[in-house]
């Protein structure tokens, strides 16, 4: 069993909709990841032991969903070095505006990289994870450019709606 790179993680179960788009991305890259819910407002003593032992147990980033008040990918940061992909989750309110504008005004010292609100911010915090990891894989490398290059031809063979006169 390889040992979990990168850890996926939501404030609430709720969350799992727009998360699950990590997910299937580090599954399509065979990436050894975990999904866990770890509440910043529910469960703070969980989340700061998940974060304080993430380095320790190996970790290479963690994608950190959050809706609401959005503080899970900050406090996340704030006690650990490994990096944190932030993905603000849509609420029923704001749309996520409120998710997007707390993670990005992270103060100096606490950086969490932002990706954007939903299901395509959570596929392409996993991007970037696999990116990170790439960096140091010369086989996930190539598999990351054919999944770009697959993404570039899908784009180029779009069919258009007809002209209209």
Known sequence: MKPIQIGVVMGSSSDWET??????????FGISHEARVVSAHRMPDDMFAYAE????RGLKA???????AAHL????AAKTTVPVLGVP????????????HSIVQMPKGIPV???AIGTAGAANA????VALLASESPELRQRLEAFRAEQTEVARNMALPPATA
């Open 19 to 28: 998360m699950q788009h990590a997910v299937q991305i580090l599954e399509q």
């Open 53 to 56: 032992a993430a380095a320790g």
């Open 62 to 68: 963690i994608i950190a969903g959050a809706g609401g």
């Open 73 to 76: 990918p900050g406090m996340i």
């Open 89 to 100: 989750v849509a609420s029923r309110h704001l749309q996520g505006v409120d998710s997007l």
């Open 113 to 115: 990289a932002t990706f």
């Open 126 to 129: 996993a991007l970037f994870a």
